[in-house]
C-alpha cells in the first residue's frame, strides 16, 4: 500500500538552527513526493515537491531529495527563522491507474525561537 | 483565481442541529476533497469528488455526515445532527487532475460544536 512515516514532533529551534525533518514512504510504482506547510489558522500549501528519483524540490531555503534507495524525503533547511514556525506534512501522490489520492503524514509541528 | 475559497470560516452550533459547510474550488480543477483535521487523528480525507462525481467516501465517519457537489464550482459537506466530537477543522482541497499535480488548500472551516 501507499504511506507515508515522519518524525514526531514538536520540534523546537533556536533562530538560524539547522533543520532537518525525517520523512520515509511506502509505495507502489515510482510516486511524487511533496511538503505542505500549514501557517497556524491556515490551511495547508505546498512547500515543494519531486516526481522523480534524485529530484531536489526547493523553496524558501528548504531543500528535500528523492532518495528512491532509502525510501525518504527529508526536509531541510539550513537556517531557520522565526517565521518558519509551522506544521510540515510530508505526501506522496502515486503513479498507478488508482493513485489519484495524496497521502498525507502525520504532520510535524516546528517552533523557531529567537 | 482567488483559490479555494470556504465558508463559513468559524461555526458554533449546539448538539443536534444540522450544519453545512461550503466550498468552492479553483475554476478548472477536476478534483474537490474534503478532509478533516483533529490534534487526535491529523489529517483525514473524508470524501473527494471527480468532473462532479463522488467517487471515494470511505473516510465520511458516520451516515450523519454527507456531500454533495452539484456542480463544479460548488460543494457542501453536511452534519445532521451534529455531536461534540464532530468538532474539528474541515479543509477543503482542489486539485488540477489526477498526477503530479499539487492541492490547493482553502483556510479551512472550524467547526465547535457544544
Known amino acids: 500500500g501507499n504511506s507515508v512515516t515522519q518524525m514526531e514532533g514538536p520540534v523546537t529551534l533556536s533562530e538560524e538552527a539547522f533543520l532537518t525533518i525525517n520523512c520515509t514512504y511506502t509505495?507502489?510504482?515510482?510516486?511524487?513526493l511533496f511538503w505542505y506547510v500549514q501557517y497556524p489558522g491556515e490551511g495547508l500549501q505546498l512547500l515543494l515537491k519531486a516526481t522523480k528519483a534524485d529530484d531536489k524540490g526547493s523553496n524558501k531555503g528548504f531543500e528535500a531529495t528523492y532518495r528512491k534507495e532509502t525510501t525518504s524525503f527529508h526536509l531541510e533547511k539550513g537556517s531557520v527563522q522565526v517565521s518558519d514556525s509551522a506544521v510540515y506534512f510530508c505526501?506522496?501522490?502515486?503513479?498507478?491507474?488508482?493513485?489519484?489520492?495524496?497521502?498525507f503524514g502525520t504532520g510535524t509541528s516546528l517552533t523557531v525561537i529567537p | 483565481d482567488a483559490g479555494v475559497i470556504q465558508s463559513p470560516r468559524h461555526e458554533v452550533t449546539e448538539m443536534g442541529q444540522e450544519v453545512t459547510l461550503r466550498c468552492k474550488p479553483i475554476?478548472?480543477?477536476?478534483?474537490l476533497f474534503w478532509y478533516r483535521q483533529t490534534m487526535m487523528r491529523g489529517l483525514e480525507l473524508l470524501i473527494y469528488f471527480n468532473n462532479n462525481v463522488p467517487i471515494d467516501d470511505s473516510g465520511m465517519p458516520e451516515d450523519r455526515f454527507s456531500a454533495k457537489m452539484p456542480n463544479a464550482s460548488f460543494s457542501t459537506l453536511k452534519i445532521q445532527p451534529s455531536e461534540p466530537r464532530d468538532s474539528a477543522v474541515y479543509f477543503c482541497?482542489?486539485?488540477?487532475?489526477?498526477?503530479?499535480?499539487?492541492?490547493?488548500f482553502g483556510q479551512g472551516t472550524r467547526l465547535t460544536v457544544v
Open positions: 475554476s478548472g480543477h477536476d478534483y
Open positions: 482541497a482542489s486539485r488540477l487532475d489526477r498526477v503530479n499535480t499539487e492541492a490547493f
Open positions: 509505495a507502489t510504482g515510482y510516486p511524487s
Open positions: 505526501a506522496l501522490s502515486p503513479t498507478s491507474n488508482t493513485g489519484t489520492l495524496v497521502y
